[in-house]
């Protein structure tokens, strides 16, 4: 049965080890900073964390440069304490999901020490070579105007080797059975420590055969039901959430056409376009791109975000609709990011406290599981002043205390934000939370309420014709259950009218506030959107 599957109605916390919060003072963030925090956690009503790499690392990527896929980088603690968080997260109710790192290791890995030493080393295959430079070396950059190629001269081994991401990251060839198996030794063993399913990081780049002639070889999605069948087989309930920025048509191919892929794929079609209704009030493309993500195996959900801890990505807009959004929310050149991006926080993005709600109550209400990214709940704000992605990996403001009460360490991983608008001194966890408010007491009663409402996890949608382009509205049935849910674009009130036949009740109970929509004489319902407003009501047949 759906209700059995718990992702569906799951609300997921994106956090960076290193940058939340500090338990040995050191500067950097580790297991026991966070068990420290659970608390928090579980009092604001999430019930799953996404942890970044934690693993060993020369963190030349923000820890994404694996050394070794079994332990925890001595900066974070120990496995020890990794199974201590584990243990205390369970206790609250609060599953865990790890970021599954397979596509590349960190070229200080032991595997491709030995990969590059020797072209009779048993580990050889386990990367990609060439002895020649191939045509395409130079071609399919993920970090364009940073990443110079995708296939570079190793200076001892004399061969290229193949790496979509920085030089330092060479690619596993996933086409070899011994590495496909040494990736279930991985997921197995975490998986035997209790976590609840793996972020699988760049699922494209682990399905390809790299190509040496520039031909496109087809994508291996054979291996990625067979990673679900691992899964699935050393824990029934667990769950692949794939990172996969693709276009709608190809989205299936990664679920499964039996629903036999990944579990949850982030929507980044979905994604884009919210960000280009924030910027127009026009929320016709948004509508287009719901409808065009709507049909995937009813096993499978969408994971719905507004912001990560990359940039937010743009390159599925077209140039005309990617240039309004930078020009809304990013106008300035050190805002934006490997010419498709916009490298800011949410609320400094976004730029008042009314869109920032409408943003968030629109991500919790569309038609999958919500992922929040550390520090949004307060509106942290963003570093431009750090290279490239840096800029929303700031430390985790949590007091006015010296270093934000993150550390009382002299030196940090990052810096704290200290000055203006978005400083730690004022922008805190411990102001907001006796701040009634507050957008933490906020996100907290919204967080409540999507866990309320299963209907957006469980049940089908319909989009309701408003008459507006600035409003959308969307409808829910599960059971017996009918879930209506409008959100207003334009920076000006609007009042909407709703007939019965579209309620299908005389009576709408709003689920955020004490008041309630009857009918008129003429039958109708007439519901008035403020500036950047929004309503969520609950069909009453009582």
């Not at 975000?305 to 609709?321: Q, Y």
Request: with cysteine.
């Amino acid at each position: 049965m759906l209700e059995e599957l718990w992702y569906k109605n799951a609300v997921i916390y994106s956090l960076d080890l290193e940058t939340f919060m500090d338990g040995n003072d050191d500067g950097v963030g580790d297991f026991e900073g966070l068990c420290n925090r659970l608390d928090y956690l579980h009092a604001l009503g999430l019930d799953t964390i996404w942890l970044a790499p934690f693993q060993p690392t020369p963190n030349r990527d923000n820890g994404y440069d694996i050394s070794d896929f079994y332990g925890v980088d001595p900066r974070h603690g120990s496995s020890g304490d990794f199974v201590d968080f584990i243990h205390k997260a369970r206790k609250l109710g609060i599953k865990v999901i790890i970021d599954l790192v397979v596509n590349h290791t960190s070229d200080q890995h032991r595997w491709f020490k030995e990969a590059s030493s020797s072209k009779d080393n048993p580990k050889r295959d386990w990367y990609v070579w060439s002895d020649k430079r191939p045509k395409n070396w130079n071609k399919g950059m993920v970090f364009p105007g940073v990443q110079k190629a995708t296939w570079t001269k190793h200076k001892d081994s004399k061969s290229y080797y193949f790496h979509r991401f920085y030089d330092f990251q060479p690619d596993l060839n996933t086409d070899n059975p011994e590495v496909r198996e040494e990736i279930n030794r991985i997921m197995g063993y975490w998986l035997e420590l209790g976590i609840a399913g793996f972020r699988v990081d760049a699922v494209p780049f682990i399905l390809e055969s790299p190509s040496l002639d520039g031909k496109e070889i087809p994508l291996h999605f054979e291996y990625l039901k067979a990673m679900r069948s691992f899964l699935q087989w050393r824990r029934g309930d667990a769950v692949l959430l794939g990172e996969a920025n693709v276009l709608p048509k190809e989205s299936k191919k990664y679920f499964g056409e039996d629903g036999d892929g990944i579990h949850l794929m982030f929507n980044f079609f979905v994604n884009q376009y919210t960000f280009y209704a924030l910027a127009t009030s026009d929320s016709t493309p948004l509508i287009k791109a719901l409808e065009a993500t709507r049909e995937i195996p009813q096993m499978s959900q969408w994971a719905h975000f507004l912001r990560n801890h990359d940039e937010l990505d743009l390159g599925r807009l077209t140039d005309e609709e990617r240039q309004k959004v930078f020009e809304r929310f990013g106008p300035e050149k050190e805002m934006q990011l490997y010419d498709r991006g916009i490298r800011r926080r949410l609320s400094p993005m976004l730029g008042n406290r009314a869109q920032t709600e409408l943003a968030y109550s629109l991500m919790f209400s569309l038609p999958g599981t919500p992922v929040i990214r550390y520090g949004d709940e307060i509106g942290m704000g963003d570093d431009l002043s750090l290279p490239e992605r840096e800029a929303v990996r700031t430390p985790m403001q949590w007091s006015s205390e010296s270093q934000g009460g993150f550390s009382k360490a002299s030196h940090l991983v990052n810096p704290v934000i200290k000055e203006g608008y978005y400083a730690y001194d004022h922008m805190n966890v411990e102001n907001q939370r006796r701040d009634p408010s507050s957008l933490l007491n906020w996100m907290t009663s919204l967080i409540r309420l999507r866990k309320e409402c299963p209907e957006i996890g469980y049940g089908n949608w319909e989009i309701m014709e408003t008459g507006y382009k600035q409003i959308l509205g969307m409808k829910y049935t599960w059971k017996s259950r009918v879930l209506l849910i409008w959100h207003n674009f334009e920076e000006k009130s609007l009042e909407l009218v709703v007939p019965e036949e579209q309620a299908r009740t005389g009576r709408l109970v709003d689920l955020m506030n004490n008041i309630e929509s009857v009918l008129d004489e003429k039958g109708r319902h007439t519901i008035t959107l403020e500036a950047y407003g929004y309503r969520w009501f609950r069909a009453c047949t009582g």
